[in-house]
């Protein structure tokens, strides 16, 4: 299946951007998905993970209290609501899948997005 990232964009320090993964295929649902990012002259960094049962998330210590990530299978979507942008938080956002595993977490993600840029202003 493909997965296409949208609602990136450039928004204020302080501000919010929920960005959307709408992923093809009928198995959507059990994917762990996953959303990494990766900064100029940076490697691309894990940023949070939910299970494909949606009952588990996982986030990378600098964003846990500013972003959120959910799904709705029944959309084939997953999401990534970010407040509190911090210019830190600048990159090129990725969505990324892996067959459903019993715990969730940051490798082995085989299914990639072609991204989508977001830029945070101090």
């Known amino acids: 299946g493909q997965l296409e990232e949208s609602g990136g964009g450039l928004v204020q320090a302080g501000g919010s951007l929920r960005l959307s993964c709408a992923a093809s295929?009928?198995?959507?649902?059990?994917?762990?998905m996953g959303w990494f990012r990766q900064a100029p002259g940076k490697e691309r960094e894990f940023v949070a993970a939910?299970?494909?049962?949606?009952?588990?998330?996982y986030y990378t210590n600098s964003v846990k209290g500013r972003f959120t990530i959910s799904r709705d299978d029944a959309k084939n979507t997953v999401y990534l609501q970010m407040n509190g942008l911090k210019p830190q938080d600048t990159a090129v956002y990725y969505c990324a899948a892996r067959w459903g595993q019993r715990l969730v977490s940051n490798t082995q993600y085989d299914h990639w997005g072609q991204g989508t840029q977001v830029t945070v202003s101090s």
């Open positions: 939910i299970s494909w049962k949606g009952e588990n998330t």
């Open positions: 295929g009928r198995a959507f649902s059990y994917y762990d």
